[in-house]
């Protein structure tokens, strides 16, 4: 068998493997997304959690505040 005939066996054999390339390919790309949203979806969880207690820690700061600017202006009276 000649070179060429087996480049040509070559080229027909990745030309009938070409579906199959393409399926494993979309399902790598599937699978890549489904991490990329599985890890959007924790870090969204992350960053809402860390809000939450942002927003606490500022109230009870707040309330603080006021708490004890009532009790400074008592002290005056």
Avoid: H, Y
């Amino acid at each position: 068998m000649s070179r060429w005939e087996n480049a040509r066996i070559d080229l027909d054999d990745e030309v009938s493997n070409k579906p199959a390339k393409q399926e494993a390919a979309l399902a790598k790309r599937r699978i890549d997304k489904e991490k990329f949203e599985r890890a959007d979806r924790e870090a969204r969880k992350l960053i809402d959690a860390e809000r939450q207690a942002r927003d606490a820690k500022t109230a009870r700061l707040r309330e603080l505040r006021l708490s004890a600017g009532q009790d400074l202006a008592l002290a005056k009276v």
